[in-house]
């Protein structure tokens, strides 16, 4: 496995080690022993699957609060996404600040997602396929999110066209009026 740092404290690009002939291929999507041999102490409680059947479709930004959030590991099964984290800690250097990565079947890359972070994707194929580690189970009271195109965090989506978005989704606040509360 190999473990890439990004702009964003705590937020990693993962690359698992692809095994690949005239077959296909083979890799271990995750592995406990290598995430604790590099420190990286979760303990994933659940696996969540989404299949977005249109290009262009955009879920999140999504977040749970304290003592709910949840840490990810994301991955494109199936298609191709354009995976979106935003450091939403208050005292952070970086807060506001957003990292974006494209993560396909192709690549095989995945993104670690630490709580005090919201995230978000697009689809960039059809039929694009998303799963993804959590360390904490789901909890509707907790469950909150920023818009996705707040202009005082300007994340540069690959559309040339308005997303697909969930009703929910369309009706989320802006960063400075969201619900936060991670130090």
């Not at 496995?1 to 702009?7: G, K």
């Not at 979106?84 to 800690?89: F, G, K, P, Y």
């Not at 079947?105 to 972070?117: D, S, T």
């Not at 059809?126 to 994340?155: A, C, H, L, S």
Request: proline share 5%.
């Amino acid at each position: 496995m190999n473990i890439i740092e990004t702009s964003l404290p705590g937020v990693l690009i993962i690359e698992p080690k692809v095994h690949q002939d005239n077959r296909g291929f083979f890799m271990e999507s995750y592995s406990q022993k290598e995430f604790d041999k590099n420190k990286l102490n979760y303990n994933f409680v659940q696996d969540n699957h989404s299949l977005s059947v249109e290009l262009g479709v955009l879920r999140g930004l999504h977040y749970q609060l304290n003592p709910k959030a949840q840490t990810k590991l994301v991955r494109c099964i199936s298609g191709s996404i354009y995976d979106v984290v935003v450091d939403i800690r208050k005292n952070s250097a970086t807060f506001g600040c957003w990292f974006g990565i494209e993560l396909s079947a192709i690549n095989k890359r995945q993104l670690l997602v630490p709580k005090g972070f919201a995230h978000g994707f697009c689809t960039l194929e059809k039929n694009t396929e998303v799963v993804y580690k959590v360390d904490e189970y789901y909890d509707p009271q907790m469950d909150r999110g920023i818009y996705w195109n707040d202009p005082d965090i300007g994340i540069s989506w690959p559309l040339n066209y308005p997303p697909i978005l969930s009703e929910k989704d369309s009706k989320l606040p802006r960063l400075m009026e969201a619900e936060i509360n991670f130090e």
